[in-house]
């Protein structure tokens, strides 16, 4: 059974820093792509990052670049998700999932999801 449970999610103060973790289980995480989405109240899901199985490479929305960092340690079935900086902008419900296609940014080409983790940037 593929499972993805989220976790790391808070409050925090803007310039504050958070790490999301998104452990994984059922499946051999080396061979898959995960991507982190966030979805804040009455906004699409978004595209935030993600991490490449082939070679480790990633992708991220410009809105995070210099500030977010997805890395994998797939011996722990584990990603990551490092939020520096963060803005009040970046409040959503955070989740992870798996790329079945090859538009790392839509959530219509991942398949199995978590069920999110709460971030909230609020001073």
């Known amino acids: 059974q593929v499972q993805l449970v989220e976790s790391g999610g808070g409050l925090v103060q803007p310039g504050g820093s958070l790490r999301l973790s998104c452990a994984t289980s059922?499946?051999?995480?080396?061979?898959?792509?995960i991507g982190w989405f966030r979805q804040a109240p009455g906004k699409e899901r978004e595209g935030v990052t993600c991490?490449?199985?082939?070679?480790?490479?990633?992708h991220c929305a410009d809105s995070v670049k210099g500030r977010f960092t997805i890395s994998r340690d797939n011996a722990k079935n584990t990603v990551y998700l490092q939020m520096n900086s963060l803005k009040p902008e970046d409040t959503g419900v955070y989740y992870c999932?798996?790329?079945?296609?090859?538009?790392?940014?839509?959530?219509?080409?991942?398949?199995?999801w978590g069920q999110g983790t709460q971030v909230t940037v609020s001073a």
């Open positions: 059922g499946f051999t995480l080396d061979y898959y792509t």
């Open positions: 991490v490449s199985s082939s070679d480790g490479s990633t």
């Open positions: 999932a798996t790329l079945r296609g090859t538009r790392w940014y839509d959530p219509d080409d991942y398949d199995y």
